[in-house]
């Protein structure tokens, strides 16, 4: 268990060290095993740097450096946890900050406000153009054979077929 605070007592929670921890989790995870990541801090927002975001703001996790090393946006928490996930790892994230509704970038989320329940769908969250880019992955692999990762990577379509097969 890795645990970072800012109480003089443990390891700081600095950019670089949530991100190792992440790394850590992740590398350390096996099917069948149920992981807990809680933040509680500073989270905020800062401009959409990739066209990625309907509302054209990036939801971020704020440590102690970031005024020297920045924040940790949304799209970094899909890239470093999320993504490189093993299948069959069960991962709960309790992220206490502000703008968290949708800072693991998924299709669906749980508000904790005494009047939901269930997890809900984003509406923000564009599941038909996921599909459509699957189908589009999908048809170019089973008729191209080998030649399909160079293809898919030559149409700029990886980081949203990569995305689509973690969350769907």
Same mark, same amino acid.
């Given at each position: !268990?890795?645990?970072?605070?800012?109480?003089?007592?443990?390891?700081?929670?600095?950019?670089?060290?949530?991100?190792?921890? *992440? /790394?850590?989790?992740?590398?350390?995870?096996?099917?069948?095993? %149920?992981?807990?990541?809680?933040?509680?801090?500073?989270g905020?927002?800062?401009?959409?740097?990739? #066209?990625?975001?309907?509302?054209?703001y990036?939801? %971020?996790?704020i440590?102690v450096? *970031?005024?020297?090393?920045? /924040?940790?946006?949304?799209?970094?928490?899909?890239?470093?946890?999320?993504?490189p996930m093993?299948?069959?790892?069960?991962?709960?994230?309790? !992220?206490?900050?502000?703008? @968290?509704?949708?800072?693991?970038?998924?299709?669906?989320? *749980?508000?904790?406000?005494?009047?939901?329940?269930?997890?809900?769908?984003?509406d923000?969250f564009? !599941?038909d153009h996921?599909?459509?880019?699957?189908?589009?992955?999908? %048809?170019?692999?089973? @008729?191209?054979?080998? !030649?399909? /990762? @160079?293809?898919?990577q @030559?149409? #700029?379509?990886?980081?949203?077929?990569?995305?689509?097969?973690?969350?769907?």
């Amino acid at each position: !268990m890795i645990t970072l605070m800012d109480d003089g007592v443990h390891d700081n929670p600095t950019y670089d060290r949530i991100l190792q921890a *992440f /790394q850590w989790v992740v590398n350390e995870s096996q099917a069948g095993d %149920t992981v807990w990541i809680h933040y509680s801090g500073h989270g905020g927002r800062v401009e959409d740097d990739n #066209g990625d975001e309907d509302d054209g703001y990036d939801e %971020t996790l704020i440590p102690v450096d *970031f005024q020297r090393k920045g /924040q940790i946006r949304d799209d970094d928490l899909l890239r470093y946890l999320v993504k490189p996930m093993r299948e069959g790892v069960l991962m709960t994230c309790l !992220m206490d900050c502000c703008h @968290s509704g949708t800072v693991l970038d998924l299709p669906y989320r *749980f508000i904790a406000d005494g009047d939901h329940y269930q997890m809900e769908r984003n509406d923000d969250f564009d !599941m038909d153009h996921l599909i459509e880019v699957a189908k589009i992955a999908a %048809t170019v692999a089973a @008729s191209l054979g080998g !030649m399909a /990762q @160079s293809v898919i990577q @030559s149409s #700029g379509l990886v980081e949203e077929i990569d995305e689509c097969c973690v969350i769907l």
